[in-house]
Every structure is written in C-alpha cells, then in structure tokens.
C-alpha cells in the first residue's frame, strides 16, 4: 500500500514536468513493477469517477429510442419524401430506414449508460496497459539506438509517470465534460521528459526516442487500415 | 498570489525583464499552468452565469416554436423575390417545419432527472470543459512552435516555452468583459467582439514575445517561429490537394 502512495505521490510531480519525479521513479529498486501499479491505479480511478458522470450524463438525456422515432417522424414530413415515384416510395423508404436504423446502432455505441461506464473499471487499466507497454517497447528500442543509457525497466517506470495527464480525465466526474486531446498532447511531452530523463539524453535525441514510436505506430496503424479496405473492396467486388 | 499577479502585469506591458525572470523560475510551467487556467475559469464563469440564467428563465417551448417562426418569417422576407418563387418557399417553409418537429420533439421528451438539473449540469460541462479546450489547442501548437525555434536555433526548454506562452491568455480576461456587455441590447455585441479581437491580436503580441524570450531569439526570428507551422500546414493540404487533384484527373 505505502509503495501504491508513494508512486501515487510522483504523479503531480510528473504531470507538471518536474524533472525530479522521473529521477526518483528511474533510481526506485523496481520501476517498472511501480509503473504497471501506477497506470493501473490511475485507470481505475479515472474509470470510477467517469461512472458518477457518464450516469449523471444519462440521467439527464431524453431515450435514444423516442429521439431516434422523433427524428425519423421529422424526416418523413420533409417534402423528398413526396418527391419519390409513389410506386418506389416504399421500397426506398425501408431501405433509407434501415441504414438510419443502423446508424442510431452505431450512435448508441458513444451514448452515456451506466453499464457501459462500469465495463471501462476493466477496459480502461487495460487499453493503458497496452498503449503504455507497446509504447514504451519503441522508445526503448529507438533509445538505445541513439545510444541511451537506460535499463528495460528505468525507460518502463519513467514511461508509466507519463500516464500521469491522464488524471486530468478525473474531470469527467461532472457530465459533460470534455476534456479533449490535451491529455494526448500533454502524454507526449510527459514522455519525451521521461526518456530525456531516463536516458541521460540531449533535446534532440530525447525528442526522436518520443516521437519516432508514434510515426511507427501511425505508419502501422495506415498499413492495418490499407490492408483492412484492400480486403473489404475485395470481398465486396468478388460478390 | 501577488507573484503571479506581477507576472500578468509583466506580460500585458510585453515586459522583458518579467519574461525572463518567469523563464529562469524553477517553476515555469506551474506557475504559466495556473495563469492559464485561472483566466479560462474567469472568463468562462461570467459565461456559466449568463447561460444558467438563460437556461432557468427561458421560455415554455410553445413560445420559443413560436419566436422560431416569427425569425423565419422575418428572414424570408430578406430574400429576394426574383430567386424564389412560391413553390420554392414552400418547400422551405415544410423543411423548416419538419426541423423545428424534430428539434421540439426531442426537447420535450422527458429525462430521468427533472430538464433543468440536466440544463445546469450541462451549463456547469461546458465552465469545466473550457480551460481543458483552450489547454489543447495551446499545448498543441505550442510544442509545435518550439520545434520550430528550436530549428532557427532557439534555447527553451520544453517547460520555459509553455510556461511564458501561456501567459498570452491574459488579456483574453477581457473576454469575460465582452460576455457582460453581450447582454446590453444592440451595441453590447458588436462591443464585446471588438474587445475579443483587442485581445486576440494583445494574446498574439505577447506569445511572439514569449516565444523570443524564452528561446533568446530575435522577435523576427519568434515570428517566424510562430507562424512556420501555420504555413507547413497550409503547404501540406495544398500538396495533398494538388496530389488528390492529379489522381483524380488521371483516373
């Protein structure tokens, strides 16, 4: 418990880029043990004050069902529906109808719902656990290709304070707050201080070992989307 | 509280001296955070207070359809005769109809909290949303901007250059100005978007400054500093527009 506090503790620090927290996590005995606690405290308690919120946002938005028949009742009074050719007007009505139903489907998806909130208690430590080891994973690798100084463990526990901005999401115990991509942008920054840090690097070479992982994962992540509509067109054209 | 005080001062006035005293503080970065969010908070209270009101006085929603109606009525008299003839004007007239269907049809229905806890709360997201907004676009381009001067040779650290950019948000206090005097009929709104600009263009005067202390560049090297990602930008959907263009025409 003491050592969750203590990691917890670093985190202010970290956030507002005081070099001193990522010296303390990168002397620590267990970094990267300390990091894995840290990122999954902090999306546990990011994802049990989103559920105050999202619940609260529920409770005050009307039913999607009733808002998804208002709107279709609006669409059906606007004058392109007198425009269809009476004996096509059902047919393309139902067709438009499905696509609108399936777009509502998707809609629900981002919708506020207490179920939903308290699935993220998992999902969220989760997807950070992820992100913060494939991307610690590059810099490691890109850093000690620019000559960092560094063990697997130092780059992972200084890494695991930048995780740090995403407190900021603490925000979302009051509905609709949107707190935005700052804690992206602030992430970035956190990290390239972290390896700066934890590799003994200059600016320069801090600022690649922090951006060249996030080229890679974009270049990837295009790659997987190219691949992704290369099938679907061929699937699509096979039929 | 009185530092930071000074150091607004300091930054409305452009003064050097303020600047580098702020850039050589250990805490750079706390104190530029706070002045940051604290004028975000200042200038979106008078907002948060002016929207519950609205909120809690508004009319019954057969007025505000009614008003609705009356607006359109008004616009469509705007129009000139020669590009609209009655059939036209109806078809507009059942779309604006069908929209207002929709848009009273949704506000009407109920919710399981009582409508105005919901307005408030929703008035309350949009105060707390505000300073996280601004933070995005100014910590985004920012970290632009300073690998911009670090190119033309510029000496920040990470933390000194957000730290002194932020202060550019202090003359935007006078925003906070410019949401009262909205309130005054007639020349409240034209006033309060005067003020808006003034602090736009004082913001802008006091980032390029920022920008040259605390890469210890000259302010023509801070300017093009500061607008060299605007123009990468521009340059790059220009390519990509031309490229899309080409592709297009060949196929």
């Known amino acids: 418990m003491q050592t969750v506090l203590d990691t917890l503790r670093l985190c202010p620090k970290a956030l507002l880029l005081e070099g001193e927290a990522y010296e303390e996590m990168r002397a620590s005995a267990s970094p990267l043990v300390k990091g894995l606690i840290l990122i999954v405290v902090v999306g546990v308690l990011i994802s049990l004050v989103g559920i105050v919120g999202e619940t609260l946002e529920w409770a005050t938005t009307p039913s999607f069902d009733e808002m998804q028949e208002i709107v279709w009742q609006g669409m059906e009074e606007m004058p392109w529906v007198q425009q269809i050719p009476l004996e096509e007007r059902r047919a393309v009505m139902e067709i438009i109808r499905q696509r609108y139903d399936f777009g509502w489907r998707i809609a629900r998806l981002f919708a506020p719902n207490p179920l939903n909130a308290a699935l993220k208690v998992i999902a969220i430590p989760i997807l950070l656990l992820i992100g913060w ?49 700052v804690v992206w942008a602030w992430m970035l920054v956190c990290n390239y201080l972290a390896l700066k840090i934890a590799h003994r690097f200059d600016t320069g070479r801090a600022f690649w070992a922090a951006i060249l992982p996030l080229i890679v994962l974009a270049l990837l992540a295009a790659a997987l989307v190219a691949i992704g509509v290369a099938i679907a067109s061929a699937l699509i054209g096979g039929r | 509280m009185k530092d930071l005080i000074d150091i607004c001062r300091g930054a409305l006035i452009l003064d050097t001296s303020t600047l580098v005293r702020l850039k050589n503080a250990e805490d750079v970065f706390r104190k530029g955070l706070i002045v940051l969010v604290a004028v975000s908070l200042l200038v979106g209270l008078v907002g948060f207070g002016v929207d519950v009101a609205a909120k809690l006085r508004a009319p019954s929603l057969a007025d505000q359809r009614r008003e609705a109606q009356r607006g359109f009525a008004e616009a469509l008299k705007y129009l000139p005769p020669e590009t609209i003839n009655p059939e036209t004007e109806r078809m507009i007239r059942d779309y604006f109809e069908a929209g207002l269907d929709i848009g009273f049809g949704i506000a009407a229905l109920p919710t399981r909290l009582p409508r105005p806890v919901g307005s408030i709360l929703e008035a309350l997201g949009g105060f707390v949303s505000a300073p996280f907004k601004r933070l995005s676009g100014w910590m985004l381009y920012t970290l632009l901007v300073l690998v911009a001067a670090k190119l033309l040779g510029g000496r920040a650290t990470v933390q000194q250059m957000l730290g002194c950019t932020a202060l550019y948000v202090v003359p935007h206090l006078l925003n906070a100005l410019g949401a009262l005097l909205k309130l005054i009929p007639c020349m409240g709104p034209p006033i309060a978007s005067l003020l808006g600009l003034v602090a736009f263009v004082w913001g802008i005067a006091i980032y390029v400054k920022a920008t040259a202390v605390a890469n210890e560049l000259t302010i023509g090297k801070a300017i093009f500093a500061v607008i060299l990602p605007i123009l990468v930008l521009v340059v790059l959907v220009v390519l990509v527009a031309i490229v899309v263009g080409v592709i297009a025409l060949i196929s």
Request: proline share 4%.
């Open chain 1, 133 to 181: 080891f494939i991307y610690s994973l590059l810099a490691h690798l890109f850093a000690k290709l620019l000559g960092g100084q560094a063990s697997f463990g130092q780059t992972f526990g200084c890494t695991a304070l930048a995780v740090s901005p995403q407190l900021l999401n603490l925000a979302n115990l009051l509905p609709y707050v949107k707190v935005g991509v």
